[in-house]
């Protein structure tokens, strides 16, 4: 069982940069493909980004188009979201998950973060 904490939402303004957090509990974090959902209001859950157990793969959605680095720490449990450059569309709330076999779609992810409020401001 795992168990996620995301951290590091907040305002900014468009072109300014955040850093996301999620804080993992148990013992099997390292095994678990990690990404990042968002969801808008009014909108669906869809995929931002995802990275291997061991961190050597990621894979982003086509709206990144760079400005988004995924990254994890196993010895501290945590993955991290690094958003730069962000537009105003970019303004969701921010999910992490944990996957036993990656994907881009939200049911293929079995554990989920409450979440962290991003919001982008012109």
């Given at each position: 069982?795992?168990?996620?904490?995301?951290?590091?939402?907040?305002?900014?303004?468009?072109?300014?940069?955040?850093?996301?957090?999620?804080?993992?509990?148990?013992r099997t974090f390292s095994s678990y493909y990690m990404g990042w959902f968002r969801q808008a209001p009014g909108k669906e859950r869809e995929f931002v980004a995802v990275i291997s157990?061991?961190?050597?793969?990621?894979?982003?959605?086509?709206?990144?188009?760079?400005?988004?680095?995924?990254?994890?720490?196993?010895?501290?449990?945590t993955?991290?979201?690094q958003m730069d450059n962000l537009k105003r569309e970019d303004t969701a709330v921010y999910y992490c998950a944990a996957s036993s076999e990656s994907g881009v779609l939200p049911f293929e992810y079995e554990h989920w973060g409450q979440g962290t409020q991003v919001t982008v401001s012109s």
């Open positions: 069982q795992v168990q996620l904490v995301e951290s590091g939402g907040g305002s900014v303004q468009a072109g300014g940069s955040l850093r996301l957090s999620c804080a993992a509990s148990g157990w061991s961190g050597a793969s990621t894979y982003y959605a086509d709206f990144v188009e760079g400005r988004f680095t995924i990254s994890r720490d196993n010895a501290k449990n993955v991290y979201l």
